[in-house]
Nanobody, 125 residues
Framework: QVHLVESGGGLVQPGGSLRLSCVAS????????IGWFRQAPGKEREGVSC????????YYADSVKGRFTFSKDVASNTVYLEMNSLIPEDTARYFC??????????????????WGQGTQVTVSS
C-alpha cells in the first residue's frame, strides 16, 4: 500500500520561504514517478513539479520556475519542495503524488495514482 504524508505548510509573508516534505511508504522512490500538485479555491489543479523517470530531469511549472526547487532523498524515501520568493498567487493546498505506471512528467500530470492528504500554504501579509 502506497502512502504519502506531506508536511511543512503554513502562513508566510510575501517574499518568504517554506519547505514542504513528503514522506513515502509502501514503495521505493526510484520505482515511481513523483511530483507536486497544488489547488487553490475556485481554480483547477496545477502540476507544480515532477522528477521524470524517463530522462531523470526535474520539471517545473512556468509559474514557479526559478523560485521552487524539488529534491528527493532516496535514503529516507522523502521528497522536498523548497519554495522561495513566495507570492500570494502561490496560496493553495499542495499535494504530493506518485505514479508507478508513468515515466514522463506529462503522463504523470495526467494520471497520478497515489495522493497525500495535502498541506495548506497561505502567502499573505
Amino acid at each position: 500500500q502506497v502512502h504519502l504524508v506531506e508536511s511543512g505548510g503554513g502562513l508566510v509573508q510575501p517574499g518568504g520561504s517554506l519547505r514542504l516534505s513528503c514522506v513515502a511508504s509502501g514503495y521505493t522512490l526510484n520505482h515511481f514517478t513523483i511530483g507536486w500538485f497544488r489547488q487553490a479555491p475556485g481554480k483547477e489543479r496545477e502540476g507544480v513539479s515532477c522528477i521524470s523517470r524517463s530522462d531523470g530531469n526535474t520539471y517545473y511549472a512556468d509559474s514557479v520556475k526559478g523560485r521552487f526547487t524539488f529534491s528527493k532523498d532516496v535514503a529516507s524515501n522523502t521528497v522536498y519542495l523548497e519554495m522561495n520568493s513566495l507570492i500570494p498567487e502561490d496560496t493553495a493546498r499542495y499535494f504530493c503524488a506518485a505514479a508507478g505506471n508513468s515515466f514522463s512528467c506529462a503522463s504523470f500530470y495526467e494520471t497520478p495514482e497515489y495522493w497525500g492528504q495535502g498541506t495548506q500554504v497561505t502567502v499573505s501579509s
